[in-house]
Every structure is written in structure tokens, then in C-alpha cells.
């Protein structure tokens, strides 16, 4: 008889991901949604630089495989103080970045700050958007955006989940900012949503 002991293999793997306008179709591919469907491995996305700290080394301490993907944008654009201390941010736990009541938005990573701008041009028009950061896709935190949805009535109930993300074609080098989902495209899915 054999007996076979499984134990938890700790490994963190880095990698950028995401567009930045300019990388065309070799680099500036989003492949997430890949990896989330792999059983038995988390995906974590940070949101910035001091969110990118906490969640690593929650990472790196989980006993679990886990790819965690960096927004390229990251590296050049995201001006933030990051804490010099260790300091862990938990896992499968979504951030309500922005309180709303008429709309939920649920996003991650580099969109999050397009996201919050069309917040605020929602705002000027009276609608007000609930704002989620995922931070780990799988296993994603699905009591908080429930709950958020129950409050909202949009995302799943009052009305059909509105979808907005790069087109379904390889990335346009030349074309890139047209593929990618820009504060306006998200502001007429949220008047679109709302208004259903």
C-alpha cells in the first residue's frame, strides 16, 4: 500500500500583463482569464504600487501556486507612497473603492483608475457608482460584490450585466487606444445600464 502525502507548493509567479498604448498585439495582452481557469491556482492583480507591496508578499506567504499579474502602467505612470515596513494585504478580499447606490462597477488592476474617472463623470450626471476592486480573481470575494449588487439592483439583477473590455481580435498595433476600454466607453455602459 502506498501512501501519498500532498503538501501545499508555495510559489508566486510575476508577470506583466496589460496594455499602455503603445505595445500592439506581442505585448499588450491581459491573459487572466487564462490562468483563472486553471484549477488549484489563485490569480492576484494589484491596483498600484502600495496595494502591488501588500498583495505580494500575501502572495509570496500563501501556501498556494499563485500568478501575480503586474499592470505594466505600473511601472511608468503610478506615483504612490509605499509603506517601507512588511506589511500584508488579504487575499480574496474585494475593496469597495467608491461607495454608489444606483450602479455596481467591478473591476481590477490599471482599468480601476479609468473606472473611478468615469465614476466621477457619472456623478456629474447624477448617477452614483458603486466602484469594487477584485484583487484576487480566483478565488474572487463574491459575498462583496453580492452584496453591493443587492444594494445597487445593477450588475445582475435590475438589469443585464454590462460587459466593457478590449475587443475580441487580436491587438491593433496602430489602433491600440481605440481597442482599449476608455472612461468614456464605461460612462455610456454605465447611462446604458442605469437607464434599462
Not at 466621477?120 to 474572487?140: M, N, R, V
Not at 481580435?169 to 487606444?177: A, G, S, Y
Request: charged letters at 20%; hydrophobic letters at 40%.
Amino acid at each position: 500500500m502506498k501512501i501519498i502525502l500532498l503538501t501545499p507548493i508555495g510559489l508566486t509567479i510575476r508577470a506583466p500583463y496589460g496594455a499602455v498604448g503603445h505595445g500592439g498585439h506581442y505585448h499588450s495582452q491581459s491573459p487572466e482569464a487564462f490562468f483563472c481557469h486553471v484549477p488549484g491556482i489563485k490569480v492576484v492583480i494589484p491596483r498600484s504600487p502600495r496595494e502591488a507591496k501588500g498583495l505580494l508578499l500575501s502572495c509570496i506567504r500563501d501556501p498556494n501556486p499563485i500568478v501575480f499579474f503586474e499592470p505594466k502602467w505600473l511601472y511608468r505612470l503610478a506615483v504612490e507612497e509605499v509603506p517601507e515596513d512588511d506589511y500584508m494585504l488579504p487575499l480574496s478580499e474585494a475593496e469597495v473603492v467608491r461607495q454608489g447606490s444606483d450602479i455596481t462597477l467591478v473591476g481590477w488592476g490599471a482599468q480601476l483608475s479609468i473606472m473611478e474617472q468615469a465614476c466621477l463623470d457619472a456623478e456629474k450626471e447624477g448617477i452614483s457608482c458603486e466602484l469594487i476592486d477584485l484583487k484576487t480573481l480566483i478565488p474572487w470575494d463574491k459575498e462583496t460584490v453580492e452584496a453591493s449588487v443587492n444594494k445597487t439592483g445593477r450588475l445582475l439583477l435590475e438589469a443585464p450585466v454590462a460587459r466593457i473590455c478590449g475587443l475580441d481580435t487580436p491587438f491593433p498595433l496602430v489602433f491600440e487606444p481605440f481597442y482599449m476600454p476608455t472612461k468614456n466607453k464605461i460612462l455610456d455602459a454605465i447611462k446604458s445600464t442605469v437607464g434599462y
